[in-house]
């Protein structure tokens, strides 16, 4: 298990991961208090910044801050990827034992660091992720749709997901190893870190408000994660369309016999408008299960194509590589 430091080396190093879209406003302070954070760890650390296809001042914040100090490794993507892709290349090119998920919103304290470090070594854990006690600054629609998609989400998903944890987690190198080997495009990555088993730990914390700028998940985005969760980590919505066909048939087996009936003894049977309704009826659960049939046929189609999960454009800095440097100097 590839836990502080291995056993191979004495002094692990560290590795800060940090998707960036549109974080002009608050970058800046985002790197003063991670760097804040990890000098006084004595670690060898780097700080892995990925610029998701920002139309702002970004890049040329990370790029200045890579000139400044090395240890800033700066990843521009040619388009916007998504947040999930980010942080996998994020991921990809990361190279410390220990690997710090955060966003640089900082709605995630980076002062959590050194007890996440703390508890990974007592329990000699793969994963220590955040569960959040309070999310501050939160709307009450965000916070009760988030409470929903978590509920949802254990109830449909064969992998046990932690309730109420983001990306804000610290991972071993060898739980890195296994995420980088997943090809599957539409990325889930808390779920993905759940279904590579291991100890993982929880750390309870408050979520605190957006320091700057405005939210990058707006309502069409959040739905397409959820998306992504459900059907990346569940058949049971398959499962589902099966129950609701067989009881829609039943359904329709009744009024059929009920109509018989009905001619039968001379009754007459209700016209045009219980007809209309029950086929409306049939033809809605048709279109309800040819949309979830097709959502897995399409995830199977996008996968097929092997695609890259993110195209990269520049990099600036050398993160790690200029500890390393400076030892061999």
Request: glycine share 8%; proline share 5%.
């Amino acid at each position: 298990m590839d836990i502080i430091g291995a056993h191979r080396d004495p002094v692990p190093t560290l590795s800060v991961v940090a998707p960036c879209f549109n974080e002009q406003e608050i970058l800046p302070e985002f790197l003063r208090r991670v760097q804040k954070v990890c000098a006084p760890l004595g670690l060898p650390y780097e700080i892995v910044l990925v610029d998701d296809g920002s139309k702002d001042a970004t890049w040329d914040i990370i790029a200045k801050a890579a000139a400044s100090d090395a240890r800033i490794l700066g990843i521009r993507l040619r388009r916007n990827h998504g947040h999930q892709s980010a942080l996998s290349a994020g991921l990809v090119s990361s190279s410390g034992q220990l690997v710090l998920l955060i966003d640089a919103d900082l709605q995630d304290p980076p002062e959590l660091l050194p007890a996440m470090i703390e508890t990974m070594r007592m329990h000699s854990a793969d994963v220590v992720y955040g569960q959040r006690r309070q999310r501050a600054g939160e709307s009450v629609f965000k916070r009760a749709t988030a409470t929903m998609f978590y509920r949802v989400l254990a109830w449909l998903s064969e992998t046990p997901i932690p309730r109420d944890s983001g990306d804000f987690r610290l991972l071993s190198r060898s739980a890195v190893d296994l995420i980088c080997d997943m090809p599957e495009q539409h990325r889930f990555l808390r779920g993905m870190i759940a279904w590579i088993g291991g100890r993982q730990v929880a750390m309870l914390y408050d979520r605190d408000p957006r320091e700057a700028g405005s939210t990058k998940y707006p309502i069409w985005r959040m739905m397409r994660f959820a998306s992504d969760a459900i059907t990346g980590f569940s058949r049971r919505p398959l499962q589902l369309a099966i129950g609701v066909g067989l009881s829609a048939g039943f359904c329709s087996l009744c009024i059929g016999i009920y109509s018989v009936v009905g001619w039968w003894s001379g009754r007459v049977v209700p016209g045009w408008a219980s007809i209309m309704g029950a086929v409306a009826f049939a033809s809605s659960l048709q279109f309800i299960m040819l949309g979830i049939i097709g959502e897995y046929l399409g995830r199977l189609y996008e996968e097929s194509r092997s695609r890259p999960l993110f195209l990269e454009w520049e990099r600036v800095g050398q993160g790690l590589a200029s500890s390393r440097n400076q030892v061999l100097s």
